[in-house]
């Protein structure tokens, strides 16, 4: 059995590649092959942009692949939509979909676009977002640098934003949000059916999943006399409840926890106040929920 797994190229492809490095594959890709080399014999790879990935998992060319919510219903692709993976090219929050004009425009709601033109790579969504407004405007495709645009050669634009810092950059204020969107694991409806490959990419998503559920997140282990424990516990916010082990010596502890590795450098020295010794700080690369 071989796995036809789709990775995004372009813009979301480093991202992935740190992404499957965390749950364990490694991928290396060739910059003059489409077909990157994973180190599982179940899977074969092959680089295919984010925009098209709908439509070949669709069509069968691939069993599964990733891509944005966005890019499914620009190709209104018929395809299984196994899980969302929650991450972007900058972080791991959501994108936004939005319309934007010049800071200076008169442009100030989808309305005042009526007979004007709109330049944007996501057209079928922003054509039905118009649609729905009941506002007639010409919608271009645009190959990209969507954001020099306007004035000159479209009156405003929809573009993908994370940060919206791009957009500033070019002296765009946004008008409104179309559309949220975030990556996602699809699969066409025939490799969905077939046993062997959904429990592949089942296991799959689950240590995709449980690596973008550990990132940004550390573990911490201590000793603690069992007098000094409650106040120990006080100063821990945890993932769940910490694990409590015995040891050898029966008035100590051993205490393990997982939080959020921004609030370290706070919390060690309340624990350090709490008397709990030995304390150690350990990267995570997967929590499986």
């Not at 039905?128 to 506002?135: D, I, N, S, T």
């Not at 070019?170 to 699969?187: C, H, P, Q, W, Y």
């Amino acid at each position: 059995m071989k796995l036809k797994l789709g990775i995004p190229k372009g813009s979301l492809q480093e991202a992935s590649l740190q992404l499957f490095r965390r749950a364990g594959f490694e991928i290396t890709v060739n910059p003059r092959s489409y077909f990157p080399h994973i180190d599982d014999e179940q899977i074969e790879c092959m680089l295919i942009r984010a925009q098209e990935m709908a439509r070949y998992v669709e069509d069968r060319v691939l069993d599964a692949g990733l891509t944005g919510r966005d890019w499914i219903l620009e190709n209104e692709a018929d395809v299984v939509e196994v899980a969302d993976l929650v991450y972007a090219k900058q972080t791991l929050g959501k994108v936004r979909w939005v319309l934007a004009a010049p800071e200076s425009s008169p442009v100030q709601s989808v309305k005042d676009l009526e007979g004007k033109v709109v330049a944007t790579e996501l057209v079928q969504v922003t054509r039905r977002y118009l649609e729905k407004h009941g506002v007639k405007a010409k919608v271009e495709f645009s190959w990209g640098a969507t954001e020099v645009k306007p004035p000159v050669l479209a009156d405003a634009i929809v573009e993908v934003t994370e940060t919206g810092s791009s957009l500033r950059a070019n002296g765009l204020r946004i008008v409104d949000t179309i559309m949220e969107s975030n990556t996602k694991f699809i699969a066409s409806h025939a490799a969905w059916a077939d046993a062997e490959k959904r429990a592949k990419m089942e296991t799959l998503v689950m240590l995709l999943k449980s690596a973008i559920d550990a990132a940004g997140k550390v573990g911490l282990m201590m000793n603690v006399r069992r007098e000094d424990l409650d106040n120990v516990l006080r100063a821990l916010p945890a993932l769940k409840r910490p694990t409590i082990s015995h040891l050898s010596e029966p008035e100590w502890v051993a205490v393990n926890t997982v939080i959020e590795e921004k609030t370290v450098r706070e919390i060690i020295p309340r624990l350090k106040a709490a008397n709990a010794q030995g304390i150690v700080e350990y990267p995570l690369n997967k929590i499986v929920m």
